[in-house]
């Protein structure tokens, strides 16, 4: 079963059920609710899923707001394992205490710290994933023994 299978039943889809938790405890949808609902979809479904949940919603919410251009595959692939490689790190099944363990992932430049805001920019990181071209992603370098050098307040 797939994450998009997931919930046909009752009518609703698994994004659209996602983001009523979130937002049910929110007033705006602002990059926490973001981050919030990728963590949501990660430890429901799991990275691969997560990634197709998570940038199939977006990408229709940009279509239905007649915005489809705001839509970028690499940026949301990019959030989605970057919080799911700290979810799987931490194991904790509260958002708040996830969140407080890693403020790097609450600031919305994050991914400045990976990509050239070119490359975000261009078409191809619009239509497809690109790898990161500044530095890799913290599971790339071999170094996550020093959390400090990606914000996050412990190692694990």
Do not use: C
Request: aromatic residues 10%.
């Amino acid at each position: 079963m797939t994450a998009d299978d997931h919930g046909a039943a009752e009518g609703a889809s698994p994004f659209t059920e996602l983001m009523d938790e979130v937002m049910a405890t929110a007033e705006r949808f602002e990059h926490r609710q973001h981050v919030h609902l990728t963590w949501l979809a990660v430890r429901r479904y799991g990275t691969e899923a997560a990634v197709d949940l998570i940038s199939g919603g977006i990408r229709r919410t940009a279509r239905y707001a007649g915005v489809p251009q705001k839509y970028n595959a690499t940026v949301s692939r990019a959030w989605v394992v970057l919080v799911a490689h700290h979810a799987g790190e931490s194991h904790t099944a509260d958002f708040d205490t996830f969140a407080r363990r890693h403020p790097a992932l609450l600031d919305k430049k994050l991914l400045t710290r990976f990509y050239r805001p070119s490359t975000l920019a261009d078409t191809r990181a619009r239509a497809g994933w690109i790898e990161p071209d500044l530095a890799p992603f913290p599971w790339q370098r071999g170094d996550v023994a020093h959390p400090q050098a990606f914000g996050t307040s412990s190692p694990h």
